[in-house]
């Protein structure tokens, strides 16, 4: 079949094979372009990485395997393809990643299924023990709607919404390209404990309790989840809404593990990451105006990194080193050091009072953030053929 993009408010409902193959060996090129991180005496050889298949995980799952030659395993929850429907962008970056590592003899496996499921635990730590013996890193990087208890069997549902009042904020549709109001009712006292149930640490400490209990954590083994936090622009939305609250739970939930990791010389620890463009991501209302606010003045200061860039420096600078460097008061790594300087700032301030449809594509850079936003499906990337029949079960090569 011929693949387009079919896009659905902020989703877009296809995928093209032979896109996402392209864009995940784009990104394998630019780590393999960086400076390699394998002789650092702590660069991770032996990773977890829970949300392996897009975005930051996928970009961390990248770093480690091609900058530090690390074994990983990865989860994620995907919807294969059929002869008629495209796979989830996920299944197609799954395979060709592991195409990818595999081809350079770095051991690879990805278990595609409900990371917050028990099961999932059990099938990760059985494969631990049979393949690589123990992990040296997790790399915590879900971001989902909902999530089924594992011991309740309750289902919870994450939304997205300010806490106390109504919020009435500029925002774009990033389809039509025009700026409007968005008018968001304030979350319920439960819709908020579902946000935290869904996005929140509970899950994490599952996880490293469980790793723990099996005996597959390395000495000074390490965890890392990712946060954002923004500026006052999008703190009505994010950190001072339901997800702000969730991330506040990861917060709490790093120094739980810490604790529980001390008898192993390991830490958990919570990076605050830039923000980029990924299925998640888009979801947020307001954020990709911000984003789009942002980038045109990042690019234009030379300052701009995209998400393999970002996550690269991270390696880089903070998990190939003996310690993690620049924390904050909280004790949380902070990489959106870039993003949050004050001539950043200052100008991403400014035009957001002053931007509306009309001035929108000079103020901002919307279609760097719609060209990253069809990567992620696989479209807009060169040297790709979409008018190509293709077989979206990839059953013909
Ligand atoms: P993403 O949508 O690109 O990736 C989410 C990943 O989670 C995918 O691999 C998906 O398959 C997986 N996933 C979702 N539900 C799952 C489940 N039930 N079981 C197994 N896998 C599941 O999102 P992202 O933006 O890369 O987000 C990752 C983390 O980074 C989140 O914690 C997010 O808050 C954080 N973060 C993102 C940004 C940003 O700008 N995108 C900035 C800072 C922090």
């Known amino acids: 079949m011929i693949i387009k993009p079919r896009i659905r408010g902020f989703i877009c409902t296809t995928a093209h094979p032979a896109g996402c193959s392209a864009h995940v060996h784009q990104q394998v090129d630019t780590v393999k372009s960086m400076r390699s991180l394998y002789s650092n005496s702590s660069a991770p050889k032996r990773v977890l990485i829970l949300g392996c298949s897009g975005g930051y995980g996928l970009a961390s799952r990248i770093t480690a395997a091609f900058a530090c030659h690390a074994s990983t395993l990865g989860v994620s929850f995907e919807k294969p393809p059929t002869s008629s429907k495209t796979a989830t962008a996920g299944w197609y970056n799954n395979r060709a990643f592991a195409d990818a590592a595999i081809s350079e003899g770095l051991y690879a496996k990805t278990i595609e299924a409900d990371a917050f499921a028990d099961e999932t635990r059990d099938s990760v730590i059985e494969t631990i023990k049979a393949d690589i013996g123990s992990i040296d890193l997790l790399i915590y990087s879900l971001a989902s709607p909902v999530r089924e208890h594992p011991r309740t069997g309750n289902v919870h549902r994450s939304v ?22 968005i008018n968001l009712e304030a979350a319920s006292e439960e819709e908020t404990l579902n946000t935290v149930s869904v996005m929140g640490g509970e899950d994490w400490e599952f996880w490293i309790d469980a790793l723990q209990k099996a005996d597959v954590l390395s000495a000074g083994f390490r965890t890392v989840a990712f946060t954002y936090i923004g500026t006052e622009l999008t703190w009505p939305i994010y950190w001072e809404g339901t997800l702000g609250k969730a991330k506040e739970d990861l917060d709490r939930a790093s120094k739980e593990i810490s604790s529980r990791l001390d008898v192993l010389g390991g830490q958990a620890k919570v990076a605050v990451l830039k923000a980029v463009v990924t299925q998640a991501m888009s979801a947020i209302p307001v954020v990709p105006l911000y984003a789009s606010l942002l980038f045109r003045v990042m690019k234009d200061k030379g300052l701009h990194e995209d998400t393999i860039q970002h ?17 904050d008061e909280q004790g949380r790594v902070r990489m959106d050091d870039l993003e949050m300087l004050d001539e950043v ?7 957001w009072n002053l931007v ?42």
């Open 345 to 351: 700032q200052d100008l991403v301030k400014q035009r």
């Open 160 to 181: 997205i919404k300010p806490l106390g009042d109504t919020l009435n904020m500029k925002s774009v549709n990033v389809d039509k390209g025009e700026v409007h109001e």
């Open 356 to 397: 509306n449809s009309e001035n929108l594509s000079e103020l901002a850079d919307l279609s760097g953030y719609r060209a990253d936003f069809l990567k992620i499906f696989g479209f807009g990337i060169d040297g790709v053929d979409y008018e190509a029949d293709v077989d979206p079960t990839l059953a013909n090569g």
């Open 311 to 327: 996550i690269y420096r991270m390696f880089e600078t903070q998990l190939c080193q003996d310690k993690f460097l620049r924390l």
